[in-house]
Structure formats: structure tokens, C-alpha cells
């Protein structure tokens, strides 16, 4: 990750940049026929190039100004003050901000932009089931009206924004965000820079696999996860293992190449391999100790507050979309007009469901991580070039837990951009609800839909219809998913950035003291854990997977959507670094963590 930015071959622009700043050494006079009035300032911005314009932002509108003649000549001063006889040099100071933004720029720019193969579903099916159109009309089998796709996909074509406000939609549920990945960020890695592998195709194993999964899932949401253990006697955990063996391709984590109650149900990261392939990953620690990550089951100190870890759960049989009206209202993007109903009493996150649940709503969970290993001893990151310093240490402008957190939420912002810009742009993959529905249609309904026949022969296809008496996924969520399409996870692209920025600033080998677990008696306590110590960095990989995976116990995102997405929020958080370590002062070789692949990097 270490970036020469003089190692790329010059180019126009970078030519222009060069000339810019050498322009920056020289006076700048702008006449008032360009600032006379905000209108005609609008239009000579409007008019110059990204570098001139910014020059003369730089140069003359953030400068301190001289009047002459009532303002007609506006001339940039560039003014010394003294400090014990040494002056600081303000023009020094605000030019070297301008070629750090340059160089920034101009480092971004000339990262390769990857090819982004789709699984083909979208061209493949005319009558696109293959493909997300929740939130759009449907006919009564849940085909989409292709009037109304056709207005998404023109709208996401054109980038119009007036052609956003004539998508055609079927109920009073609202696309989320479409124009959100077509900000322009002005830190990090542009989103078409970013490749993730194709997902799934509909018809293939791999999707009938996840498929399967989830219907596990559900079924298994009420079973403790303390039982997703190798000692485990609960029937249900067995038989879901004994269902994923049996298919012919299963890519969450294994043991000796095979899914345990151990490994079910934890997660894994997809990156792209050679070629067009998938490098398939359990990132370290994920599959340690307990299935849940203490920084779920800590109490989170905040100042002289504090945050508790026990949440708010969903009772048991709070299952939804069972009924095919329902699941078709929804798909419209209706309501279905029921809630959930909790349990009064606040408890830890002790069930499936109840991973569900908090993956649903959330909470302070990363910020909350980065208090938590504040406050139990966590040296910073070796690298910090305040460790070592003698007289000096960091605040919130640079290196210490306050300019974490502003990275922390800065982003959460910028990978959802980029997490949002496969979703519309790239794939458009349907969600796991909508592939349920394809289901029942072929059993029911008797539609010749390409679902693989290892979903249809699962006993888990089979156990959902004897336990809750139909075909469709039940979901956890009223509303089921939020209306944009599954590939790549919001959520799950949410928690691999903030957790590889977590990394990047602690000590990922430091050893969690006193680590807990739920007591099986009372979800409203804990008791000790024992077993092999749990480390910082392995505990953030499981947050993070707990996280991506969480969402697919409410039945709303494959396996794939979480893993793909915890690489692409890794590579934008790689990519904020980047640009932040441009701008320091310190002595500082740059930031050094283990990636979710196991591989150390230096940024």
C-alpha cells in the first residue's frame, strides 16, 4: 500500500496541476468584472477549469483582502506575524494545503479502473426476475411491470434528476438514496475504482446455497447462540449442518472442509481472485471462542455516561411475509401493516433473532468499539508517531481516539456511496424476499422459474413449509428489506470500514481482559468466558461479520451481499488513510494493520 505519487507518467492534467502551483508563488490580481456581483462569481467558477478555479479559490477568496477604489481591485496579501522573532508564513501554509489536495487528487486519479462483470440475470430474463424492482408495480405472480423498470433504469442511465422524479413507483414506500453514489467524494477512492466479484446468478448452486442458508436461519431464530458450538445437542443446529454438507457448493466458513455447528453461520469476505473469480476468506478470529464479539457485550464507557450492551428483542414468532398477499403488498411497496412485538425487559444478544434484531436498528456499535478498546488498556497502534514521542501526545486533530471517530463517521458516509453505486449502477440483484417468492410461484403457482434444484430438494425448504406453512423466506422485519438492491450490503460495506479504521489505530494483538459471555440462565447477565484469549483485531473481524451476517437473520441479504461488501468498506477506509497521511506533519511511516484476508498492509 505504500504510493510513490511521482511514479505515475505525467499527464495534461497533472501538468496544469504543476503550473497551478507554481502560479501560487506569483500575485493575483481579479478584476471586478469577475466578482462584481455572486451571480457573475457563479459563472466565472462555472466557466474555469477544476485546477484554475481552484487556484483562484485558494488564491484570492481565501486569502485576507485589500480594497482599492471601493473594491474594484481585490489584491491576496501574503502575510508574515512573528513569533519570537520567526515568522510563520501564512502564503506557505495555505499553498501547501492546495498541493496536498493536488496530490490527493491526482493519486486517486491514477488508480486502474477494474472491469465489473455482473452475473448477466439483468439481460439474461426479459421479464427481469432476476433482478431488484421491489418499491416498483408488480402483476399478481410478482413479475415487475416493465414500464415501470424501464423508468428506474432510464433515471439510472441519464442521472437526470428530473428523470428520478418520474420513476414509476407501486406503493408509498420510496427508493432509498439512488443519487447518493454520484456525489462526488472529495477524500478517498471513487467508486467505479473499486471492483467486487459478480454475484451469484440465480439459477446457479451458489445462490440455491445461500438460499438455503437462510432459510436455516429463519427457521433457527430462536435457538441460543451458545448451541453454535461443536458440543452442541440442539437438533435443529445439527440437521442445518447436516443440510449445507450435503450441497455441492457451500462457501461460508468450514472445518477440515466441512460446515460444523462451530462455523455455521459465521462470517466470511469475498474479494476478487484471478480472472473473474472469487477469492473466498474467514478473516482471523471470526471463528474463535463464542460466536458473538465482546464488543457486543460490553458495557460502552462515554465520559461520565455510559452505554449499555443489553438491547431491545423481538419476542419469539415475530416472522413475516408468510402470507403470499402480504409478501406481494410489500413487494409493491406497500405496508403490511404489522409491527413487532418486543419483549419488555432489555436482555444481551443471546438468540439469532436477536442478532437480527440489533443488525436491524443498530446502535453506537463502532464508535462504541473504539471507546471499549479506549478503555480497557488497548496501546495505540505501534506506528502512532506519538508512542515513542518524548513531549508530546495526540488529540483530535491527529492520532488519538477524537480524529478516530471523525474517521470513523466520515466513512460511513463515503462507503455507502460506494456501496450504493454497485447496488443501482452495477448489479441490481434481487433480494432474498423476492427469490422466496420465485419459490413459491414454481410450487404453487407451477411457473418454470430457473431456481436450482438443490434449494427445492433442501430439507430446509421442506422443514419452512411444516413450521410455518408456506414456501416464501420468512423475514424478521415487518417492512423486510429497505427498498435498494442487495449487492453489495450497506451495512455490512458500513462495518468493513469502520472496523479496518478501528484497526488501523489500536494494537490489534492486544489481548481482551476479562472477557464475557451470556450466562444461559439469565440473558440479563454474564459470566466469565473461558477459552483461548480473544484478541482486538480477531474480535473486530467478528464484529464486523457478526454484522454482515446479522442482517441475514432477518432474512434480508445473502451470504455474498455481506462478504463482497466488507471488502469493498476495507478498501475505502484503505483509501481514506491514504489521503489522510498526506496531510501530516508528524514523522510517521504510515498506518500498519492486518487486512480481513490476514495479510499485513501498510497504508
Known amino acids: 500500500m505504500q504510493v510513490d505519487p511521482n511514479s505515475h507518467e505525467g499527464s495534461e492534467q497533472d501538468t496544469q496541476a504543476n503550473s497551478e502551483i507554481n502560479k501560487l508563488k506569483q500575485p493575483r490580481v481579479a478584476s471586478k468584472r469577475f466578482f462584481g456581483s455572486h451571480a457573475s462569481r457563479r459563472s466565472f467558477l462555472g466557466r474555469a477549469g477544476l485546477f484554475s478555479a481552484a487556484s483562484v479559490v485558494t488564491g484570492v477568496l481565501g486569502s485576507t483582502f485589500s480594497s482599492k477604489n471601493g473594491g474594484d481591485v481585490v489584491q491576496a496579501q501574503n502575510i508574515k506575524r512573528q513569533y519570537n522573532n520567526r515568522p510563520f508564513d501564512y502564503r506557505r501554509f495555505v499553498d501547501k494545503a492546495y498541493r496536498v489536495r493536488l496530490e490527493a487528487a491526482a493519486l486517486e486519479r491514477n488508480i486502474p479502473i477494474p472491469a465489473h462483470p455482473t452475473n448477466g440475470d439483468e439481460e439474461r430474463y426479459p421479464n427481469k426476475i432476476g433482478s431488484d424492482s421491489r418499491g416498483l408495480p408488480h402483476n399478481e405472480r410478482g413479475e415487475?411491470?416493465?414500464?415501470?423498470?424501464?423508468?428506474?433504469?432510464?433515471?439510472?442511465?441519464?442521472?437526470?434528476?428530473?428523470?428520478?422524479?418520474?420513476?414509476i413507483l407501486g406503493g408509498t414506500r420510496k427508493l432509498v438514496n439512488p443519487q447518493g453514489p454520484l456525489a462526488i467524494s472529495l477524500e478517498g477512492i471513487n467508486a467505479a475504482q473499486i471492483a467486487v466479484p459478480a454475484p451469484p446468478a440465480l439459477a446457479s448452486a451458489d445462490r440455491a446455497a445461500e438460499a438455503v442458508e437462510l432459510y436455516w436461519q429463519a427457521l433457527l431464530r430462536d435457538v441460543p447462540l451458545s448451541k453454535l458450538q461443536n458440543n452442541t445437542d440442539n437438533p435443529k443446529v445439527l440437521a442445518a449442518v447436516e443440510d449445507l454438507n450435503r450441497l455441492s457448493v457451500f462457501r461460508g466458513p468450514k472445518e477440515n472442509g466441512r460446515v460444523t455447528p462451530q462455523t455455521l453461520f459465521r462470517g466470511s469476505v469475498?474479494?476478487?481472485?484471478?480472472?473473474?473469480?472469487?477469492?473466498?476468506?474467514?478473516?482471523?478470529?471470526?471463528?474463535?471462542?463464542?460466536?458473538?464479539?465482546?464488543?457486543?457485550?460490553?458495557?460502552?464507557?462515554?465520559?461520565?455516561?455510559?452505554?449499555?450492551?443489553?438491547?431491545?428483542?423481538?419476542?419469539?414468532?415475530?416472522?413475516?411475509?408468510?402470507?403470499?398477499?402480504?409478501?406481494?403488498?410489500?413487494?409493491?411497496?406497500?405496508?403490511?401493516?404489522?409491527t413487532i412485538q418486543y419483549d419488555p425487559k432489555n436482555r444481551y444478544i443471546v438468540t439469532v433473532r436477536d442478532l437480527g434484531e440489533y443488525a436491524h436498528i443498530g446502535g453506537p456499535t463502532y464508535v462504541g468499539a473504539s471507546l471499549i478498546i479506549n478503555s480497557i488498556g488497548t496501546p495505540l497502534n505501534p506506528g502512532n508517531p506519538y508512542v515513542r514521542s518524548r513531549t508530546q501526545s495526540g488529540s483530535a486533530a491527529t492520532f488519538a481516539l477524537g480524529h478516530l471517530q471523525a474517521l470513523l463517521n466520515l466513512?460511513?458516509?463515503?462507503?455507502?456511496?460506494?456501496?450504493?453505486?454497485?447496488?443501482?449502477?452495477?448489479?441490481?440483484?434481487?433480494?432474498?424476499?423476492?427469490?422466496?417468492?420465485?419459490?413459491?410461484?414454481?410450487?404453487?403457482?407451477?411457473?418454470?422459474?430457473?431456481?436450482?434444484?438443490?434449494?427445492?430438494?433442501?430439507?430446509?425448504?421442506?422443514?419452512?413449509?411444516?413450521?410455518?406453512?408456506?414456501?416464501?423466506?420468512?423475514?424478521?422485519?415487518?417492512?423486510?428489506?429497505?427498498?435498494?438492491?442487495?449487492?453489495?450490503?450497506?451495512?455490512?460495506?458500513?462495518?468493513?470500514?469502520?472496523?479496518?479504521?478501528?484497526?488501523?489505530?489500536?494494537?490489534?494483538?492486544?489481548?481482551?481482559?476479562?472477557?464475557?459471555?451470556?450466562?444461559?440462565?439469565?440473558?440479563?447477565?454474564?459470566?466469565?468466558?473461558?477459552?483461548?484469549?480473544?484478541?482486538?483485531?480477531?474480535?473486530?473481524?467478528?464484529?464486523?461479520?457478526?454484522?454482515?451476517?446479522?442482517?441475514?437473520?432477518?432474512?434480508?441479504?445473502?451470504?455474498?451481499?455481506?462478504?463482497?461488501?466488507?471488502?469493498?468498506?476495507?478498501?475505502?477506509?484503505?483509501?481514506?488513510?491514504?489521503?489522510?497521511?498526506?496531510?501530516?506533519?508528524?514523522?510517521?511511516?504510515?498506518f500498519t494493520f492486518t487486512k480481513f484476508d490476514g495479510t499485513r498492509v501498510t497504508v
Do not use: C, M
Request: hydrophobic share 35%.
Open 270 to 338: 469475498n474479494y476478487v481472485g484471478s480472472g473473474s473469480s472469487t477469492r473466498y476468506v474467514t478473516p482471523p478470529g471470526v471463528l474463535d471462542g463464542p460466536y458473538l464479539s465482546q464488543f457486543l457485550l460490553l458495557t460502552i464507557p462515554w465520559g461520565t455516561q455510559s452505554v449499555s450492551p443489553l438491547i431491545r428483542t423481538a419476542l419469539p414468532g415475530n416472522d413475516f411475509l408468510i402470507n403470499f398477499q402480504e409478501w406481494l403488498t410489500v413487494q409493491n411497496g406497500g405496508s403490511s401493516g404489522k
Open 144 to 167: 415487475v411491470k416493465l414500464e415501470a423498470y424501464n423508468s428506474l433504469t432510464k433515471a439510472l442511465t441519464t442521472q437526470n434528476p428530473n428523470d428520478f422524479e418520474n420513476i
Open 411 to 590: 466513512g460511513t458516509s463515503r462507503v455507502i456511496r460506494a456501496s450504493y453505486w454497485q447496488k443501482y449502477y452495477v448489479h441490481r440483484i434481487l433480494r432474498p424476499e423476492a427469490y422466496g417468492g420465485l419459490i413459491y410461484n414454481n410450487i404453487v403457482n407451477k411457473t418454470q422459474y430457473p431456481i436450482n434444484s438443490e434449494v427445492l430438494n433442501s430439507k430446509a425448504l421442506a422443514d419452512t413449509f411444516s413450521t410455518f406453512g408456506t414456501y416464501l423466506l420468512p423475514q424478521a422485519y415487518p417492512e423486510a428489506s429497505p427498498i435498494h438492491s442487495s449487492y453489495t450490503g450497506g451495512a455490512a460495506a458500513n462495518a468493513g470500514v469502520n472496523i479496518t479504521l478501528l484497526k488501523a489505530f489500536f494494537d490489534e494483538n492486544f489481548v481482551i481482559p476479562s472477557p464475557v459471555v451470556p450466562d444461559p440462565n439469565d440473558p440479563t447477565k454474564v459470566i466469565s468466558y473461558s477459552g483461548p484469549p480473544l484478541t482486538v483485531g480477531g474480535e473486530l473481524n467478528k464484529l464486523a461479520t457478526n454484522y454482515a451476517i446479522g442482517r441475514g437473520h432477518g432474512g434480508i441479504h445473502w451470504r455474498s451481499d455481506g462478504s463482497a461488501a466488507l471488502a469493498l468498506g476495507e478498501e475505502v477506509a484503505i483509501s481514506l488513510l491514504r489521503d489522510e497521511k498526506l496531510g501530516y506533519n508528524e514523522i510517521f511511516n504510515g
